[in-house]
Structures are given as C-alpha cells and as structure tokens.
C-alpha cells in the first residue's frame, strides 16, 4: 500500500511542485447547490471587520486560497489562514501567526490584527481559547465575548473544556449573523479564508514559504546513532532520514504499544518506518492525491483505494487520472445495483481493468477518523482489479436468479453496500461500533475466501429480530420497512455469494420428484436447496398464505406470526408448528374454501420431507428459522408483487 501511494506522489511530482500537490480539495456544491467562499478581512487601517461571502467556489478555489487542511497532529496550534471550518479563526488562529516569524510587513499587521480585533480572557483558560474574535465590537454578535466567558464557566463543570464550549458560543453567534445578514448558514459555505486589508494571507510569500517549511519532516535522529546510519525503508537511502510522520494523516504503524517497538523499546519505534525526505514528499503528495481522488464510501465506511502497479511503465499524471476515473467508476458500479439489464452493457464493456501497457494490484484501506488522525480499521491488499468484473458478474446473477424465481416485477437492490445492511451492527454517534464481522466478510468477496453459512444466516436471522422487534441504534433499523423484503434480499445476498464462490453451493434436491406449485419447485430449484431446507421453505410457505388469508379478514393482522420464535426454533418446535400450521389450514379460508384444499399437495409433501428426514435433521434452530421465512416471504410478497405496489 506504501509504495502504491509513493508511486502516486512520485507520478505527481514530477509533473508538479510539492505544494501543489499538498492541496486539498473541497467540494464546490453541496446537494445540487454552489458553495461559496467566505472571506474574514481585517481592515487594520479602519479597524473594521468585514465579512464577505460574495465569491462562490469552484474547481480551483482550494488551490487559490493554499487549503492544505488543517495543522498535522491533534494537538498541533493551528495557524493556516484558510480552513474548512470557522472554529480555528474564532479563537487560535492569529494568536498563533503572531508567534511565527512571517517578516516585518506580514508580522506587524497580524500582531495590530490580535490587538485590536480580539479580546484577551487571561491566564485562566488554555491558550488555544485565551485570545477570542471581539464580535460584539464589530456588530456581529449581540453578546459580549466576556458574558459569553462568564456563561462558559458557569455552565462547564470540567475546566477543560471550557474554551470549547465558548468557541461553541461565537460560532452560535457568528452563524446567527450569516442567516440575517446574508441570509445563508454555514453549510453553503466551503471554504473560510483570512485577509488583512483586503489581502489574502496566501499571497504572501512569507506565509506559503511557512506553510511548505511546515510540511517537511524535522531531520531523525535516532539516540545513539550517526544520521548515516539510518537508512530509508522505501529506497535505501541514507540522507535527510526522519522517523517524524507526524505531517502524515495516515498512520501507518503505532508508536503507543511498546510490543510494537523493535526489542520492546519504545525508543526503538523508528526502526519500524522512517524514510529520507523524497519518499516523504512522495508520500504526502500521493496521500493528499488519495484522499481527494481515490475516497470513497462503502455504507458507512470510509474506504481508500489505492493503486500499486507492479510491473510496465511508471505511470504520469494523465494516467494516473485515468487509472483513478476506472477504479471509481467500477467501484461505484458495483457498489448498488438494481437495473440488471443495463448493468450487463457495463460489466462488458467498463468494469475490466487490464491493460497491456502496465499491471496493478489495489488495496482497499477501510479507516476511520479520530483527533485529526486516520485510523486503519482494515487493510485488504494486493486485489487483482479484475475483482469489479467478477463481483459484478455474481450480482447479475444473483439478482436475475431471483427475478426469475420469485418475479419479474421484484426490484432487487444488490451490491457491495448490501453486505452492510446484511449484519445487523450497533452503530453509535453515527459510526459503526461493531465493524470487524462487516469486514470480515468484505474481505472475503475481495480475495474470494470460503465464508461459514451458518454465520452468515445467524447474523441475517439477528437482522429480522432487530427489524420484527423494532429495536433502535442498529445499522437496518431504518433500512427496512418489513422483514418479507429483508429475507428476499437475503437470498439474494447468499446467492451472491455463491456465484463468487465464497459460500460452497449445496446438495440441491430433485424437484422433479415433488408434487407442488411448479412456482415452488423453480424457486427451490434455483435456490439449490437440499431436502431439510426445502421442507423449512415449504412450511414457511404455508405460514405465508396463512398470514396473507389472515391479513385480509383482520385488516392487516397476522397472528400466525405469533408462532415463530425470532430466536430459532429448534427440531421439537418445527413438529409442533406443523401441526398448528394444519390446523390453521383447517380454520382459514379462501374465497369460501379452507386453505387446505389449496395447499393439500405442499403439506403432504411437507410431511413427507419432514419424515424422511426428523432423526438426522442437520440444520440448527437459525438455518430452520431462516428457511421457513424464506418460504413466508416468497408467500407474502406474491400478491405485493402482482399489484405492482
């Protein structure tokens, strides 16, 4: 993954200075809509404060502002002069450009800029909030900055995060005068920039010089050791050697558990990673150009995909765009499908990534954000880009298997977000909280490793519970609207996985030998369902044309649900439960007739199943549970679908 990303920034470099290629893009519109650009200029002259958000973004603005994010380090004093955020420039931001050495011109306007534009709040809070914009002078708030202080202190019992809670305040403040002074909030607005006397900071040579100083890595040294000693673990050179990553917004190793540390000395962590200042320029380069171009979504994921081309020509830029337009294309292909007759244009003629001229493998890195800093939550490397066709094929398979099983009109939304939506998963403050058995299973589809079924239907099974019982803070509490249709993509999902080879096809039984519906022997017979599963979806089948007798007469009741335990049902209850289904066959009726006289052939054969097979039964009380919903589902979801709703 490491030389995949040098080989991006090498690509880059060469085309381009290191700055350049440290921006980071923002996006320009949000929901169809143009961002703009807001501008916190400091007429020092005037003493005025002037807000203008007049200028709307566009494809160059975050290059023309120098937006290289924020300072590296969680607890970096951050002082770049554009931000995405206004938060920086409310409290820390000039205090902490005064401290810098910017040359006379540059220096002596920012230190009249924190003199008169801000208050001093003293020695009793953290430095990074001590100083605060003074906008009730310049009538942008009502509130004073020292009521604002004084409320802070009174209402945070921990002193800690008192200047917090007073940045809270100004933004407060600040968003209430963008909504009556221009009437606008702050997500129109992309990009907050910081001018004095109408002058950009960016523009100063001083300030772009000290942003790329900011950028490069303090010279290693390791205690004890010559600086030619040390060697770069990418390209063996010995000179400018640094073990300092921290300007990285990956983290690629970790320097917080001493097991981790060569000999188990936390002061050996530099032996682990350090590179010489070229690969390091690569790197940063090549991760900046990663986390714009080649980040992407996957559910709730955050998923970098990167190149490494492993053998043919290094590529240039203009390759390299055209590389990073396929991968994201195929994988946003392949991420949710419904339209299975358009997507077989697009697994022909765009989701095959060969080229004669050069080969590349990619790495999927799932992560997660925290302080400032990316977290690897899991790395699936060295995947043949060939992965999209084969993934994609296995959709189109799956989701017409299940159209030409279940019905035409069955809209089936299948794809690499499905796997998400098949494993229920707490998710809290909007981040899943319980991902590795999610990533277990991405990780399998990529590198086509077996997968246990009876895990996977345990898991599916917990999904009908979470959406049956209606249970909160789950990742398909909102997805579902019933469990008829959730089952129906669960078949579906195992398909899928069958087709990719990840789940071993089963011994399918011989339908022809079975005396029922020929549209329950198609469905059993591309299901590929053996004799005990095909008896489980048959008595789900019956319970289905229960329900759907009972739902008519009971305006939407089903009380034979009643019978099914969400938590299984085990062999000694599936003998009961066919007992109550024919009795519920006796008492339901249908266009004045009992259900059994519909249905005499499919219990019979039922029966039949069940004798032949109740003393070596196999399958455990999950698989039963799942296979009887499989047939109510296929029994319920007929009449939706014949009406077309």
């Given at each position: ?317 203009n390759e390299l765009e055209q590389v990073k337009d396929r ?177 071993k096809e089963g011994s399918a039984m011989n339908v022809s ?133």
């Open positions: 993954m490491i030389e995949g990303i040098i080989q991006i920034g090498q690509a880059l470099l060469e085309g381009g200075d290191l700055l350049s290629n440290l921006i980071r893009e923002v996006p320009s519109e949000r929901m169809g809509k143009r961002l703009h650009v807001l501008k916190l200029n400091f007429d020092v002259s005037n003493t005025i404060l002037q807000v203008d958000v007049k200028e709307e973004m566009d494809e160059n603005s975050t290059g023309k502002y120098l937006f290289v994010g924020s300072a590296d380090g969680p607890n970096s004093p951050q002082w770049f002069a554009s931000s995405s955020s206004l938060n920086y420039f409310l409290t820390e931001t000039v205090p902490n450009l005064a401290d810098m050495d910017l040359g006379v011109e540059l220096n002596d306007k920012i230190k009249k800029v924190l003199d008169s534009f801000f208050l001093d709040l003293g020695e009793g809070i953290n430095r990074k909030y001590r100083y605060a914009l003074n906008l009730k002078k310049f009538n942008i708030a009502d509130k004073e900055v020292t009521e604002l202080y004084e409320k802070a202190l009174r209402e945070v019992t921990d002193s800690k995060k008192v200047g917090k809670e007073l940045v809270k305040s100004l933004l407060k403040e600040f968003n209430q005068y963008l909504s009556t002074e221009f009437d606008i909030n702050q997500n129109d607005i992309g990009l907050y920039v910081l001018l004095i006397d109408g002058k950009p900071l960016v523009e100063y040579g001083e300030y772009t010089k000290a942003v790329l100083e900011a950028k490069k890595p303090k010279p290693s040294v390791t205690k004890g050791k010559k600086v030619q000693q040390a060697v770069c673990s990418i390209c063996g050179s010995h000179n400018n050697i640094t073990d300092d990553l921290t300007k990285m917004k990956v983290k690629f190793y970790t320097t917080n558990q001493i097991i981790f540390a060569s000999s188990l000395d936390k002061k050996n962590y530099c032996k682990n990673f350090q590179v010489c200042g070229e690969c390091l320029n690569r790197l940063l380069s090549g991760e900046t150009y990663v986390t714009n171009n080649l980040n992407t979504k996957l559910a709730d994921f955050n998923v970098y995909i990167i190149p490494h081309f492993v053998y043919g020509q290094l590529l240039d830029k991968i994201n294309f195929s994988f946003n292909t392949v991420k949710n499908i419904e339209d299975v007759k358009n997507f077989r244009n697009e697994i022909v003629n765009n989701l095959d990534l060969k080229n004669e001229d050069s080969y590349f493998l990619l790495n999927f890195m799932f992560y997660k954000t925290s302080n400032l800093a990316t977290k690897i939550q899991r790395l699936i490397k060295d995947i043949n880009p060939s992965v999209f066709e084969r993934i994609g094929k296995a959709i189109f398979y799956a989701i017409s298997d299940m159209k030409q099983s279940v019905s035409d009109n069955l809209k089936v939304f299948l794809g690499l977000e499905t796997v998400y939506y098949m494993i229920p998963t707490r998710v809290k403050k909007g981040q899943t909280a319980e991902f590795r058995d999610v990533l277990n299973l991405y990780d399998a589809i990529f590198t086509s490793k077996r997968v246990n079924r009876q895990h996977i239907i345990s898991n599916i099974v917990n999904g009908v519970k979470v959406i049956a019982l209606g249970k909160e803070g789950y990742n398909l509490s909102q997805h579902e609207k019933g469990i008829e249709f959730y089952i129906i993509r669960s078949n579906a999902f195992l398909r899928f996985l069958e087709h990719l080879g990840c789940l030998e079975l005396s029922i519906k020929d549209k329950l022997k198609n469905y059993i017979g591309t299901m590929g369902y053996n004799e005990q599963q095909s008896a489980m979806f048959i008595l789900g089948y019956l319970i289905g044309e229960i329900g759907n007798a009972q739902h008519k007469r009971l305006d939407g009741e089903k009380p034979i649900l009643n019978k099914l335990n969400f938590n299984g049902i085990d062999k000694a209850k599936v003998k009961r439960l066919v007992n109550d289904v024919y009795n519920k066959l006796n008492q339901e009726k249908s266009n004045d007739k009992k259900l059994r006289v519909y249905h005499e052939t499919e219990y019979f054969e039922l029966k039949k199943l069940l004798d032949a097979n109740f003393h070596s039964w196999k399958l455990n009380k999950s698989e039963n549970l799942f296979y009887i919903l499989s047939g109510y589902s296929f029994a319920t979801v007929q009449p939706i679908l014949k009406e077309g709703k």
